[in-house]
């Protein structure tokens, strides 16, 4: 069974950058999309970028757009997202999911779940001064 474990996540200033890693064990790439999402306290979880199976196509919550940018590393079965000028509301638990699509060019982060069945543990993200 496919396992996801977050890392990168921590305490940083606003305005500042850090880049969130999702190891997969297992095959990902191409045969599963992955997306991030995140939860803050007190809200639904959100979508906030994806990556199709074959690399081909990602997608970013307008939140996000322009400040995050997904990847991925087919050698060594890792996503990641660097995340720039954090701001306060950036503030969250993020986690990674993934959902069997072999080849895909086409990703979704629509719903507190869109279409993934694996998920992480998570990792916090706190934007503070």
């Known amino acids: 069974q496919l396992q996801l474990v977050e890392s990168g996540g921590g305490l940083v200033q606003p305005g500042g950058s850090l880049r969130l890693s999702c190891a997969a064990s297992?095959?990902?790439?191409?045969?599963?999309?992955i997306g991030w999402f995140r939860q803050a306290p007190g809200k639904e979880r959100e979508g906030v970028s994806c990556?199709?199976?074959?690399?081909?196509?990602?997608k970013y919550a307008d939140s996000v757009r322009g400040r995050f940018t997904i990847s991925r590393n087919n050698a060594n079965n890792t996503v990641y997202l660097q995340m720039n000028s954090l701001k306060p509301e950036d503030t969250a638990v993020y986690y990674c999911?993934?959902?069997?699509?072999?080849?895909?060019?086409?990703?979704?982060?629509?719903?507190?779940?869109?279409?993934?069945?694996?998920w992480g543990q998570g990792t916090q993200v706190t934007v503070s001064s």
């Open positions: 999911a993934a959902d069997y699509s072999p080849y895909s060019t086409f990703c979704s982060v629509v719903g507190p779940k869109g279409p993934y069945d694996y």
């Open positions: 990556i199709s199976a074959s690399g081909v196509s990602t």
């Open positions: 297992g095959f990902t790439s191409p045969y599963y999309g």
